[in-house]
C-alpha cells in the first residue's frame, strides 16, 4: 500500500489511498474557510516547551530513560516542529469488539484530534480540546465511545513524545525481559485531574542499546467504562516493525495480548495497522473546529 497522501490547503483534506475503501474523490472540506491560520507554532515556543520537558526530564532516572527514547525515535524538537500529524489506524480485535479504522489529523501542540470513516468520509468524529464531537447518519456508524477514542489511537502512536507534560509521573522500574533481552522499564502514572483517565498508568519497556520503545503495558480506567477504583485487566502491546515520517521513527503496527501473570503475554487479542503517516505543517488551525451541524459531547 503507498503511503496515505495528505495535503491541506485553503481548509481542504486531500487524502489518496491503494485501499479500494478511501474516498474515491480524495477530498474533505473544512467548514471554516475564512480562518486560515495554520496550526503550527513559532520556533521559539517550541525551543520553551522542549528546554523545560528536557530539564524536567533529566532530573530523574526514569526520566532520563525517556528522553533518550525521545531522541532515538526523532527528538522531541523534530516531533512540534513538524507540524499536524495525519495518519490511518486500524484496530481490529480477534474475537469480540467492534473494528476502529479511521483516518484522522491530529494537532500535536494542543492535542486536537479530526476522524473520518475508512469508506465515508462524511462520517467524522473529533476532539477540540473542550468538547468531543460527532457527525454521522445514526448510532451504528461510531458504535464506540468517541470520546474516549478520538485521542486513543494518537497517545498509543506518539509515545514517548507525549510524556513531555507536566502531569506525567515516571518511575524506573527493574529491568524486564522481553525476547531474551533485559529492557529498561519505566511505569507511567498521571496526577489527579490529567485528562479523562487519570487513573491510567503505562509500563514501557526501552531497548538497552537502541533505547526505543519495545512495548506498553496498560491499563483503561475510563471513567465511562469503568467505576472509581476499577479498571480493565492489564494488557502486553508490543510494537513491530519501523517506519520513518518526517524524520520521526513510528512502528508499523502492534499486536496486543492479555497480561499473565509472569508478566508475559498471553492470549492475542488485537491487531493494529498504523499507515499512512504524514506530518501536515500547512495545515489550518480552523481544521479542528467543530464542524457546523455537528452533535458535541461535552460530558463522560
Given at each position: 500500500m503507498k503511503q496515505l497522501l495528505a495535503i491541506f490547503a485553503l481548509g481542504f483534506l486531500l487524502i489518496a489511498c491503494k485501499q479500494g475503501n478511501a474516498p474515491r474523490?480524495?477530498?474533505?472540506?473544512?467548514?471554516?474557510?475564512?480562518?486560515?491560520?495554520?496550526?503550527?507554532?513559532?520556533?521559539?515556543?517550541?525551543?520553551k516547551r522542549v528546554a523545560a520537558a528536557r530539564e524536567r526530564l533529566m532530573d530523574t532516572e526514569a526520566g532520563k530513560l525517556v528522553w533518550e527514547s525521545m531522541q532515538a525515535h526523532g527528538g522531541l524538537d523534530r516531533w512540534y516542529a513538524n507540524g499536524p500529524l495525519s495518519f490511518q489506524f486500524n484496530y481490529q480485535p480477534l474475537g469480540e469488539g467492534t473494528q476502529r479504522n479511521t483516518y484522522q489529523a491530529i494537532d500535536t501542540w494542543r492535542n486536537q484530534a479530526r476522524h473520518f470513516k475508512v469508506g465515508d468520509s462524511t462520517a467524522q468524529y473529533g476532539w477540540d480540546g473542550k468538547v468531543a464531537w460527532k457527525i454521522a447518519a445514526d448510532s451504528t456508524v461510531f458504535p464506540y465511545d468517541?470520546?474516549?477514542?478520538?485521542?486513543?489511537?494518537?497517545?498509543?502512536?506518539?509515545?514517548?513524545?507525549?510524556?513531555?507534560?507536566?502531569?506525567?509521573?515516571?518511575?524506573?522500574?527493574?529491568?524486564?525481559a522481553y525476547k531474551g533481552t533485559s529492557h529498561d522499564a519505566v511505569k507511567v502514572t498521571f496526577a489527579p485531574g490529567t485528562g479523562d483517565a487519570p487513573d491510567d498508568y503505562y509500563i514501557l519497556y526501552f531497548h538497552p542499546e537502541s533505547?526505543?520503545?519495545?512495548?506498553?503495558?496498560?491499563?483503561?480506567?475510563?471513567?465511562?467504562?469503568?467505576?472509581?477504583?476499577?479498571?480493565?485487566p492489564?494488557?502486553?502491546?508490543?510494537?513491530?516493525?519501523?517506519?520513518?515520517?518526517?524524520?520521526i521513527l513510528f512502528p508499523q503496527g502492534y499486536k496486543t495480548y492479555w497480561l499473565m501473570e509472569?508478566?508475559?503475554?498471553?492470549?492475542?487479542?488485537?491487531?493494529?495497522?498504523?499507515?499512512?503517516?504524514?506530518?501536515?505543517?500547512?495545515?489550518?488551525?480552523?481544521?479542528?473546529?467543530?464542524?457546523?451541524?455537528?452533535?458535541?459531547?461535552?460530558?463522560?
Open positions: 474523490d480524495g477530498a474533505v472540506k473544512s467548514d471554516n474557510q475564512q480562518h486560515e491560520t495554520p496550526a503550527w507554532v513559532p520556533a521559539s515556543w517550541i525551543q468517541v470520546r474516549f477514542w478520538a485521542l486513543t489511537p494518537y497517545y498509543f502512536s506518539a509515545l514517548p513524545f507525549v510524556l513531555d507534560g507536566e502531569g506525567v509521573h515516571l518511575e524506573k522500574l527493574p529491568p524486564k533505547h526505543q520503545l519495545k512495548v506498553i503495558r496498560y491499563i483503561v480506567s475510563y471513567p465511562a467504562y469503568f467505576k472509581k477504583g476499577e479498571h480493565m492489564e494488557k502486553f502491546m508490543e510494537l513491530e516493525g519501523e517506519q520513518n515520517a518526517g524524520g509472569n508478566e508475559l503475554p498471553g492470549e492475542y487479542i488485537t491487531r493494529i495497522t498504523l499507515s499512512g503517516l504524514a506530518f501536515l505543517p500547512g495545515l489550518p488551525a480552523s481544521f479542528f473546529e467543530v464542524p457546523r451541524g455537528a452533535e458535541t459531547i461535552d460530558s463522560l
